[in-house]
């Protein structure tokens, strides 16, 4: 029996809030099952240097734990004085996915800094981040409107992420913490809206598989996409 | 007019919201007007190398704050790899405040990890973080007896702690950000719920002051105190 | 006209010199186009803290560049005091790559460290890492059978990697650094000998791609991988 | 007994040699007892980037202590890397403290950055080099008039540090190393010339106290601070 | 019997080979017995701060070792966050000897980077280096009179580098690693083409020795020098 | 003229001052012309890993400057997070000539470690600080005699160092900072009281420099040697 009384094609429940931070640009909290990431995006006038002067802007994301967030605590990578190779691989992963949605020209000489903190995890936290990384940055261009900074929002489509992976033989959608540590197979697809691919990792630790498993975790990710592209549109129309 | 249409002596309004994580022993979120923290503890039984064969316990604290916790957002402590010196002063001073209300041999050789993650900051977070780091260290304690680990709960007394300053000559309790940016005295009080004193630390940056405003803080200070208690307690039943 | 003057399947002119390090326990020098990597596996006795006392061995790769192996020179990661995200992603996967083909149960409470240093880099350096650092690994474990500490390679298949992408609308395999640069998808395979699946990635930086697309890349990426296969099977049978 | 046959409320022998370095602007050894400080002040015309072209300047400080300062050898901040937290705590106090004594605006746009450095540590080395700072920036803001480039020395009152604290339930003034480590409660007290309160730091580590007895140890720092100002003045007139 | 079937004052079979990268100014792989170095040198147009607006050019240099350059794997500079105490006293000596072959003024406001970068270690790397280096650097100069962007080379002599050693009371030249490890007294010289002295280190560690030892070395190390100035010459001719 | 009316030949005024600090086992303030180093030996019971059970014990030293030691304030190491190449090549160069003159199988499984600590800087620091640091670790050995833990102090001979260098053509002894930045060479010579060579180190930053000047300096050398050597007997007795 899968957690929530699951089908194997079945997200775990996910509610994603808007606006829930007074300071940030755009923000939400999104919640996948027993994960929970706070999103927020931060707009700041400067640019990253081998930008200057190209009218270009950029968009880039930092990812953090606390440290309570997992069953054990794990150290603060703060305090140890360096972010870990899965830290950096994961923040590297949102931001690249995030600036496939935007014209980073029509955004013009500006940054924004997507931030995904996750306050609880129980598996799918990097795709977490990116769904509701792209709220958060949806709603940052629109103040970005709204203030007559921008004259339209310079989105291409949206994008969203949901992992597969294979437990026992079995292909599931959104895996928790228990089926991932458990999977033959893990794999995160991110898609956009009309589900076009932006980025697929997938890789069995430990093991390899076949074309047709991997196709078989496609067909599950994509009808996973919708639902999440669904509730995203959704959480920013109702701030 | 001060925030919340507080009189000088009120403090804002404020909610302890205990056993918020799933994971920790124990937990809470603290929000003091709108400054939010989230407080965890862990409880581990490898202890800190002095401590060896002593049969004596160990209480610690971290502190973090989120980038966009405040207006602008700031650097992540993980990213510019290291703890900036005012965060290793508070979570020094929580760790002291918090091992001074508990009796480390009755803990026995185990140790507690108090984490104090600021989600929304607007003066007063390292107040907020003692009191919410007692709720949460309580109930850990709490949980340490439920499973059968300790007899007792080895706490001498509950502690609280709160901001006090001087404002346009006026004496003010639990300042907000632009109230305390505006201080010239900028005082915190740490004190037990019989109001015995665990730690007071008061300086004038850049200004100087007598020993009757002195006086006058800490007369505020024990009425916000007495208030912060009852709120602790209530939500220590509460789980 | 592609470098070489292939054709857009075809790999670049590629030489996998078997046993170039007098010090290693199994090394390699790989050659493909203007890409070298020396890839040295080291055979160490003890294994990391999470393995102790499982009879379980482990396999880690680690990954650098000369300063000069770039068109313009890049800072030496030794003197900068810290690993690019970029370095510490490449040697994650090339560890998690080399783990998928070895019976780590068999190999018995051993370490095996491949380290993969890019003399000349343009384009593929951690494609040619994977399938270097496969024939160094094999070549250790040939040495521990030589040497009577294992009865047999313990090995479950060969793995190798390459990449494909799409540039100018045409799918290419084995792209070099000037069609990487300009490539609108880019992804890296690695299989195994049978053509199984070890580890995707495939990613639009900044564009997006359809499922026809990934499948015209696997096709080329099987070709590729089978060609490689003999080569490596040709450089470990040389030594 | 106390050391050097002291009573309760008795400094220790106490001697403030000025103008003790050659290269600095202004300097002197404090030596509180066994306690000795080398205390330097230096002027730069670069200040913090936040300050410029506000006109106004800047006063820090910097806290170290050699490796055989302390009966056992503690390893060197520059060989560990980084400095510690009682080491940030410390030095950000006295820079704090030195601020509150002068007028920025007045100073002009330059940076006195004062160094402590303990050669021998018996306890109170923190209130030492407050003390000692003190002169040494004095006769660093001297030099600046007697060279012409200051019209009048911008300090607005002299300011002197001292510890006090309660030991087997007596209130001693000046505590040494040993008498430190036996001590329920701990304060410093930072006051001016005219007895001021520049900063009050009062903990009770493991322990609390009540309001009488932080008055009898405030009662107790007026006298030594009286004492020290009297031995800064000294010090300077005899440059 | 010393490797290679050596006399006492005869070097290891020495080989240079110049121009091995496609990417560096200029380049050699230096091959000394089973020590191999490759130098690569870098021509930017950037300099250090403490050089701009003087008209004065800069060398520096830089130093590594493979992971797996010596017989067991030392860890990788770059994963442990620095680099040693020895690696940063070999550059230092490199880039010193370097500087003290060219005129900086001639060279202009650009600065040359020589990467020194050990294949494999068999003792003597750094002589090696600095031999090694200064045909990478003769050719980047060779190369910026050839681009026109220098009329002449700015170089007044060329220098080399040998050691000599003491073993079992015999002086010899040109150690190897076994011979290293067992001797008395282990002195570097750094000689230019006409036997001037640029630098020489001579120590016995844990050994003291007399001056004609000293001059026995001296003696041995001219020769070898006049040898290695030979092998550079034709390295640069050839290319 | 040179500082204090010297002669070529002559040394600077030079004091040593033995057992300065109350903690260490052994110490001196050494003072050679208006350069002061502070030298303290402790000696601690664990040695290094790679000693362990070998009946040896060891001999290191670490090296350090105050930041306003120099005519201008340089950065502390400590803050900056990092020892400089030329600290660590300092230090090692001081516990490398301290080794020589020990017979380490007989101090032990001790390790005495040398703190060398610049408060002022005017030439010839290194040098002070091995000369300095002979006569700590000779009081911290005889200590060691004193107290019964050793039969016989297990030093092998004395050690001094001392500078020489040429200046406008002219070979001198022991020189200042102003002569040490106008140098065309510069050497240092650290010799056994029978004036054996420990190590040599003679350098022509930006000069070459031929084999009479060098035995010009090497003959200056052992007249400033004894001299020193007289004056480390002299405050070992004070003693």
Not at 88 to 101: D, N, P
Not at 164 to 188: H, P, W
Not at 209 to 220: L, R, T, W, Y
Request: glycine residues 8%; contains cysteine.
């Amino acid at each position: 029996m899968r957690s929530f009384g699951r089908e194997a094609h079945q997200l775990r429940p996910t509610k994603i809030e808007a606006g829930v931070s007074r300071n940030a640009e755009g923000s939400c909290l999104i919640q996948c099952g027993h994960t929970r990431v706070l999103c927020t995006a931060t707009v700041e006038d400067n640019i990253p240097p081998f930008l200057r002067n190209t009218g270009k802007g950029w968009v880039t994301a930092e990812y953090g734990m606390l440290p309570r967030a997992t069953g054990s605590r794990n150290p603060r990578e703060a305090a140890r004085g360096k972010q870990s190779g899965r830290t950096q691989e994961i923040q590297r992963l949102i931001g690249r996915a995030l600036r496939a949605c935007i014209n980073l020209e029509k955004l013009g000489e500006r940054q924004i800094i997507i931030d995904c903190d996750v306050i609880e995890a129980d598996g799918g936290t990097r795709c977490a981040s990116i769904t509701g990384g792209y709220v958060a940055l949806h709603l940052a261009l629109q103040k970005l409107v709204d203030d007559g900074r921008l004259n339209h929002i310079p989105l291409l489509h949206s994008i969203a992420a949901v992992s597969c992976g294979i437990v026992d033989g079995k292909t599931l959608l959104d895996l928790d913490y228990v089926e991932d540590s458990a999977a033959q197979v893990d794999a995160n697809f991110i898609l956009t809206n009309s589900l076009r691919i932006v980025e697929i990792q997938a890789s069995g630790e430990e093991h390899t598989f076949d074309e047709e498993s991997f196709n078989a975790m496609m067909h599950h990710a994509k009808t996973g996409i919708e639902e999440l592209t669904a509730l995203q549109m959704a959480a920013i129309r109702s701030v």
